[in-house]
DNA sequence: GTCTATACCGTGATAGAC
DNA sequence: GTCTATCACGGTATAGAC
């Protein structure tokens, strides 16, 4: 239940977990993901993993603390991977000031969330949508939990995006990296949101598809001139 | 309870609900957005409006159904307002071919969206929010119910975007109408989603704020380079 | 410390009386 | 159309076995 494993990278930080709440952890993931979280009773994450019903509420405190749980294992490590690649890219351009691409950037937690997505062995696609869900519902728990290693990430994200766009304010630079976040995941999340297009024409499982549509819309997105600029057309 | 309002606009062609029914939908469009769906029990939802819990069993037939309700009465407003501002901006430049503007054909859908999330005496920004809801969660029967109305809105749409974008594919359009769509009314609902970013410097209540710093991203976005062309820094 | 059995209360849904 | 009574199921808390 640690907070914050990000600072140190000497080894495998990964909070243990007893077998019993490893079981739960891994029936629960699979089915908050498959069913969605309302659906899932904990009843049936219990009889699926082949423990009592009350183990759930000692060794998580509650059905909310579960879901947490089962986000934090899988944020943790994704989180190192972005900052990981955004020092290797700022290493690799440590020389210049502002030399930094959009691009490049935008890839250094698009390729981890990529990584993810397509290792289902792992239950790695499993977190994409879980944070979707994040994004979009409401959970104040699972925010103040995430605030430390969140924040740090996305101070040192929008630190580099500033220098890949000198021209942008700190707000736009902000607004930006918010918004290429929430693209990228709820394309990755790919609830069925195509087939709300009518017939959906369009396959959102490949994830490579994905990166190949909502990258270059997302970097020409962070690219566009500041405010009310209306671009030659 | 019908599906398709949407083709004639001979006046007002919401469906007629019976006075419970109305306070039924009033009340729990309030507390939906304001608790959540699931933190929404219908006992408190039937308390507020003064009538009784069977009642809502009886004039919607579930508590889905009941939501269903709630987001298809103010869908059909706004879809039609959609509607009707593309119409006047094709009509605006009937004469000339490619002469779309891609600003333009956004803000045909941006604007009723700000309309309504700027009026929230008639609980016009509740729709907004739930909406965001909807795109993320699967309400299988909500989307076959709006299917037709959607469909028919997501055609034209992606006609105007494709006039105003010549030089992409038929699937790319579809893409990056998906892409915009997802993103502005993901901003609109503002679920505290900045909050995530550790200190928000940044508030999403402000809609004018929102349309602001949105519409240029996802119009760069939409106007991006095809595929993999990396366009010059 | 771990795990189990069991009881509690609130929820959505339904049947049947009026 | 409306209401009352009742049902099965959900998350949660606790007492107690090992």
Not at 109 to 135: E, I
Not at 150 to 171: C, F, I, N, Q
Not at 196 to 201: E, I, K, N, Q, Y
Request: with cysteine.
């Amino acid at each position: 239940m640690k907070a914050s494993f990000l600072s140190d990278d000497d080894g495998e930080r990964v909070p243990k977990y007893s077998e019993t709440a490893t079981r739960i952890l891994d029936a629960a993931e699979g089915l908050f993901v498959e069913l969605g979280l309302e659906a899932t009773s904990l009843r049936l994450i219990t009889q699926q993993a082949g423990v009592n019903l009350a183990a759930v509420n000692y060794h998580f405190r509650s059905k909310d603390a579960l879901f947490e749980a089962v986000f934090a294992r899988r944020f943790a490590p994704w989180a190192r991977e972005c900052l990981r690649q955004l020092d290797a890219l700022e290493a690799q351009v440590a020389g210049g000031e502002a030399s930094l691409d959009v691009t490049s950037v935008v890839m250094c937690y698009v390729r981890p969330a990529l990584a993810l997505s397509k290792d289902p062995l792992r239950g790695g696609a499993v977190f994409v949508r879980l944070f979707s869900r994040v994004l979009v519902e409401n959970h104040r728990q699972l925010r103040e939990t995430l605030s430390r290693d969140w924040g740090h990430l996305v101070s040192r994200y929008t630190a580099a995006l500033g220098r890949a766009l000198p021209g942008l304010s700190d707000e736009e630079v902000v607004w930006r990296l918010h918004l290429g976040f929430s693209v990228m995941f709820h394309a990755f999340a790919g609830n069925d949101i195509l087939k709300l297009f009518g017939r959906s024409a369009v396959s959102a499982r490949d994830p490579d598809l994905i990166v190949k549509h909502v990258v270059p819309f997302v970097v020409a997105g962070m690219r566009a001139a500041p405010s009310g600029s209306p671009a030659a057309d």
